[in-house]
């Protein structure tokens, strides 16, 4: 089980609207991750609210009337999809931030399509090197996927009211230049 989804999201979200619990692929500092791209990605503008319980985790940025950019926290425009962990035999929810994204368009220049073979993932403090797989792993048919968009709209910072929640990071990331992406 995903540690991530215990610590930082979504699993504190009202059981009515979460059938089922989400899983996320947590990519711990320096463990190799081999996953499969299993749907191309969406971008979403998130926001990381840091601690524990209601009003925390990754909310959707509405923009305009985003009561954390009012705060200046600054979204980072996060690649989200379904993947296959190898490791767990399972679909796990990917939020790529661009340093990873980078790593998959770079995979999908030199190899192609990237939903064909396994990737490499790992982390390493701030920096992701994502890798083609030297042998892909084969992945199951007929495995249910997550919505994405549902789960890109299932939070927004719409919800957060003010005085109610942290900002986090108050400094730009130093990796969004994803305008090509
Ligand atoms: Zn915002």
Not at 101 to 115: D, R
Request: aromatic share 8%.
């Amino acid at each position: 089980m995903s540690n991530y989804a215990e610590d930082a999201a979504f699993n504190d979200a009202p059981e009515e609207r979460s059938s089922k619990r989400k899983n996320f692929l947590n990519c711990a500092d320096g463990v190799r991750n081999q996953i499969r791209i299993l749907t191309v990605w969406k971008k979403a503008f998130r926001h990381y609210v840091p601690g524990k319980g209601e009003g925390t985790g990754s909310f959707t940025c509405i923009g305009e009337d985003c009561p954390l950019c009012a705060k200046e926290d600054y979204p980072r425009e996060m690649r989200i999809m379904n993947v296959y962990d190898h490791k767990d035999g399972e679909v796990k929810i990917w939020e790529a931030p661009p340093r990873a994204a980078n790593g998959v368009a770079s995979a999908e220049a030199e190899y192609g399509n990237p939903l064909e073979y396994d990737l490499v993932v790992k982390r390493e403090g701030n920096n992701y090197s994502v890798m083609k797989a030297g042998t892909s792993g084969e992945v199951p048919e007929g495995l249910e996927l997550y919505d994405i968009p549902d789960h890109i709209n299932y939070r927004t910072t719409a919800s957060l009211k003010e005085g109610e929640f942290e900002v986090g990071d108050l400094t730009p990331p130093a990796d969004l230049d994803t305008d090509e992406l």
